[in-house]
Every structure is written in C-alpha cells, then in structure tokens.
DNA sequence: ATCGCTTTTTGCCAAATGACAAATGATTTC
DNA sequence: GAAATCATTTGTCATTTGGCAAAAAGCGAT
C-alpha cells in the first residue's frame, strides 16, 4: 500500500486524510499466472496498480495469431482505460504473465475518490498522460529497427521483464517469430 | 477559427464568453512546405491547430536517418506537449509536409486560458488524452504486420494524407525502404 | 525417476526486404 | 523550355526473416 501511495504522491500532493481515504478504498488481488484482469468484449471494471509480477495487454489478430501489445511492469497503473472510462467493450485481454500482486479499485469506488478530494482528477490525468507518453516512447522506435535492434531496445525498455516471461510474448510483442527470437538471443551473447 | 471551436466544443461545452476569450488569443500562422513549426534542441513555444495542410513529426536515429514518427492532420492539435508542458527541449521536429495554415497560442496566452477558463484544463486534457491514444493505436499495429501490410493500414489509418506526401517520409514512417515502398505500391493497384 | 506437456532451439529452404546503382519522371529555377 | 535538382521507379543481388518440422530442453504431476 505505501508503494502505491508514493506511486501516487510523485504526481501530486495529497493530504493524511486524503491517503487514508484512498487506503480504504483499495482492496488487494492475487492474479494467477494467465489469470485475466480483464477481457476483450467485456467492459473493464477495476483500476489496477501492479505490486508484484507483470501483467501484459494482448489481442489477436485476424489470423488469429495471439500479439502481446504491451507489458506492465510492477509499479504501474493496470487499467484498460477507454473501456474503464467510456463504459465500452474492450477489444483487448489483460493478463497476468507470471502470479501478480495487485491493488484494485472498483468503478464505484473509483468515482469516490473523484468526488471527493479535490485534485484527484487532475493526478489521475497526469498518471494516465505519462503512461500514454511511454507506450508511445516504446513503440515508436520499433517499426524502424530490424529484429535484433528491436530486441536490444526490448532489453532497454523493459530491463525486468525480458527472463520472467515466456519468449513468445517477447516474440508478438516484438512483432517477429519465435525462432528468429531464439536465434537473435543466440547471437546476441 | 469556427473550425477551431467546434473542435473544442467536441471536448467539452463553453460559453460565448469563453469562446470569445479563446478567439481573441487566437493567432494565425501560415507554414511553407518544410518550414519547422518546432524544432529539436529547443523548447516547443506553442500550441497549434492545423486548419489546413499536413504536418509531421520526425527525428534522427543514430545512423543520421531521418524518420517520421507521425503525420497530423487538418483538424487536429499540433503541439510537442511533453517540451511545451514541462520546457524541456525536444528531441524532435515538427514539419510542415505541405504548405499549411495553422491557429496558434503563445505559451502565454495558452497559461491564460488555462486560467481563466473553468474546465479548460479539463478540456485540453482530455484532447491530449485522446490524441496520444490516438498514436498507440495507430503505431502498435504496425510492428506486427509486414511491410504491405502496413502499407494498407497506413491507408487506412491515414486516408487523407497518401497521396500529398512524398513517398519517403511515408516509408519512413512504416519502417520500410523507399524502393520497397514503391514496388509495393505497384503491386497493390 | 518417468511420463506428458509446453517452451525453446535448431535445420532447411523459401519468401520478403534491404542495399546500391542506374534510369525514369517530376518540379523548380533561370 | 532547357538545365538542374529532387523524387520515384526499377534492376540486380545479398541478407534477413519467416514457415515448417523435428529435436532438445524445461517443468510439473505422479
């Protein structure tokens, strides 16, 4: 909880009672590895904030073929936001990539705190800006990289992530297959 | 300048007063093709809103390559807000593809607004927001799908702009050679 | 330890794309 | 309107990456 409060706190300032506020609302959830946090055709109901483990955002595309269009690392807002916001359906999976801990609030909740102290909406803007900014900032530079500058860059971008999840995410996410990953990796040492 | 309003008006509703605030501070700013509307190294100044014309952002990687990170098009905010909010210095241009003509706001004029006028902030928020959703749902797509591929989303993503921009920079956008560009778009038709 | 299942690595070949250079076409300037 | 300049197309060949299938490695359950 206080991870999240700092979280928080670096994108404005709150008072003690504020916090408590917050602290009350939030309720903690245990994700599963390939557990959903929320799913393509349903609208999303939770805001999360990711304690522990790393969550990703994937669809499919009309080969069917599964893309991993982001991953979210610990310490970071987990929230399909047009859906959470505009109450419509999803086009995307959230999913656990390996056991999470997370802190979730309910839409209700949610609103709550909005309501209520003076300045969230504008925290809330800046963590969602930020977090748009850097999906931008991280996938922008990939379209013009051959594969292994795009691994590299994987490598910068997510130093964490890159041995704790499966390589075909990696793969999707990197917009080539599975065994040029695999050689690249090869090569690469 | 109505352009410009109805824009807004789509983000949140104002009053005639308000309308007539933002009208006075409006300034207009004719682009020649290839002028700079902001450039890297220094700080964006303004905000702008592209009434007629296709402007671009772009930067150079480290083999000095030029590549085109997005278009903007007529009807749409061109502003490299992360420079302009925070007076950092940028680290790309924003071109003018076409010859354009565009509405802009001083720094200045932009702060007044912002505090003048209840729920502007809101109102510009929620522009950003959408436009940098707007940028991950046009890039993400985009790593995953050969190079004909992105050819045909970038049409369909872009509808207005393929015909008005040198091939280049659409080539540079789609991470692909000029020369592929171009026999791709030979075997399309 | 062994079996069954999934993930990763590897081999082989085909297809896509890039690099470079030359030719063509378009546009600007004088 | 000819020359110069820039953008696009095309040709040739090298390189990268993909597709497919099989082998190897990793992992969990019994």
């Not at 009672?17 to 959830?29: C, N, V, Y």
């Not at 522990?52 to 955002?57: H, K, L, P, S």
């Not at 009309?62 to 859906?83: A, R």
């Not at 748009?132 to 490598?155: G, H, I, N």
Request: proline content about 2%.
């Amino acid at each position: 909880m206080k991870e999240l409060i700092n979280y928080i706190l670096q994108f404005g300032s709150l008072n003690q009672q504020q916090i408590d506020l917050i602290s009350r609302k939030a309720t903690e959830l245990e994700l599963h590895k390939d557990d959903y946090f929320s799913e393509a055709g349903k609208i999303a109901r939770q805001v999360g904030f990711v304690i522990e483990g790393i969550t990703r955002v994937c669809y499919y595309n009309n080969k069917g073929e599964e893309i991993t269009k982001y991953f979210i690392e610990e310490h970071n807002l987990v929230v399909d936001f047009e859906s959470f916001n505009d109450e419509i359906c999803s086009s995307a999976y959230v999913q656990a990539v390996t056991d999470c801990k997370l802190i979730v609030f309910s839409k209700k909740d949610w609103q709550e705190l909005l309501d209520t102290i003076v300045g969230w909406d504008k925290i809330v803007h800046k963590i969602i800006s930020k977090a748009l900014m850097q999906k931008v900032a991280r996938r922008s530079p990939l379209v013009t990289e051959d594969a292994t500058e795009r691994y590299l860059k994987f490598l910068e971008i997510y130093p964490t992530v890159a041995n704790r999840v499966p390589l075909s995410y990696i793969a999707s996410y990197l917009g080539i297959t599975q065994s040029s990953l695999s050689r690249i990796r090869k090569n690469i040492r």
